[in-house]
């Protein structure tokens, strides 16, 4: 079989964690490629996400690591033998792969949390302030390539907007709210589509205003999402090399307590939306 140029964050989680359970359980690469009747190098590509594995090699490999969380096991074994081509997949070769890996990692989401400082949240963004941050922060684009950028931003929605919605918590600082990306008539839109969304019950927003004390959390824009176990929660923290997707418990562990610090220096969600409305109206 062919290895993967360029797995998916999806196919690097399931070998990181087929690793974890590895080293937990104190063996080699070698020693578990042994008992697969594999060469070392294949079981270095498995746990790199570059070459996949059966559903029954992988329940042997538990069974040989004597992982006996049978939840965590059966939610690998949902990750290797998942064949989902969603909507994303149209996208490929189109856009960068982290675009991509995006969408992907909250379709699967079980819920989504996020704290967003500058902008409005990509899930929440109107297709005109999308194309508006777009243009700025990539003011070479051509429309052939601004265009799908701005239709895979709206199409992320389907995560808390489809048949099954995905609970989804965001805290947004007032200071995102008031920047003009573009021109009142965009601002104005968009404070609208806030208010529509808050309609849904398995959305929260919640607003920090610039008057709140206590409140130092200018770098806190982060996004967490749950998987199907705690094990396999994934973050995602935006920084001038990319997007970095942190899996390591210390990690996931700093990322929640930053959300409920945040979280405490926000207004509650009736008042979150009352303040939305009043600054609607300013516009």
């Given at each position: 079989m062919a290895l993967r140029a360029r797995p998916t964050a999806r196919q690097l989680r399931?070998?990181?964690?087929?690793?974890?359970?590895?080293?937990?359980?104190g063996m080699t690469a070698r020693d578990t490629a042994a008992l697969l009747g594999v060469n070392a190098a294949q079981m270095?590509?498995?746990?790199?996400?570059?070459?996949?594995?059966?559903?029954?090699?992988?329940?042997?490999?538990?069974?040989?690591?004597?992982?006996?969380?049978?939840?965590?096991?059966?939610?690998?074994?949902?990750?290797?033998?998942?064949?989902?081509?969603?909507?994303?997949?149209?996208?490929?070769?189109?856009?960068p792969p982290v675009f991509?890996?995006?969408?992907?990692?909250?379709?699967?989401?079980?819920?989504?949390?996020?704290?967003?400082?500058?902008?409005?949240?990509?899930l929440l963004q109107t297709a005109?302030?999308?194309?508006?941050?777009?243009?700025?922060?990539?003011p070479d684009l051509p429309p052939s390539e601004l265009e799908p950028r701005v239709e895979h931003r709206i199409r992320r929605r389907a995560a808390i907007d489809g048949d099954d919605p995905t609970p989804y918590e965001?805290?947004?600082?007032?200071?995102?709210?008031?920047?003009?990306?573009?021109?009142?008539?965009?601002?104005?839109a968009q404070l609208s589509a806030i208010l529509g969304q808050i309609e849904h019950e398995h959305t929260?927003?919640?607003?920090?205003?610039?008057?709140?004390?206590?409140?130092?959390g200018a770098g806190a824009s982060m996004m967490y999402t749950g998987g199907q176990v705690p094990q396999l929660d994934t973050g995602l923290r935006d920084s001038p090399t990319g997007t970095a997707f942190l899996d390591a418990e210390p990690q996931l562990k700093r990322l929640r307590t930053l959300f409920r610090k945040v979280e405490r220096a926000s207004l509650d969600p009736t008042a979150s939306r009352d303040f939305i409305h009043r600054l609607s109206k300013e516009l």
């Open positions: 399931l070998g990181t964690e087929l690793r974890k359970l590895r080293e937990a359980a270095t590509h498995i746990e790199s996400g570059r070459s996949g594995v059966s559903e029954v090699r992988l329940r042997r490999l538990a069974a040989h690591y004597a992982c006996t969380d049978e939840a965590l096991i059966g939610a690998l074994t949902d990750m290797t033998t998942d064949r989902t081509r969603g909507w994303w997949e149209e996208f490929r070769g189109v856009l991509l890996d995006v969408a992907e990692l909250e379709h699967h989401a079980t819920h989504l949390r996020e704290v967003v400082i500058t902008h409005v949240p990509g005109d302030y999308a194309r508006a941050v777009f243009s700025y922060m990539v965001t805290i947004i600082h007032e200071f995102a709210l008031r920047i003009r990306v573009s021109d009142r008539r965009v601002a104005h929260t927003v919640r607003i920090v205003p610039t008057d709140q004390d206590g409140f130092a």
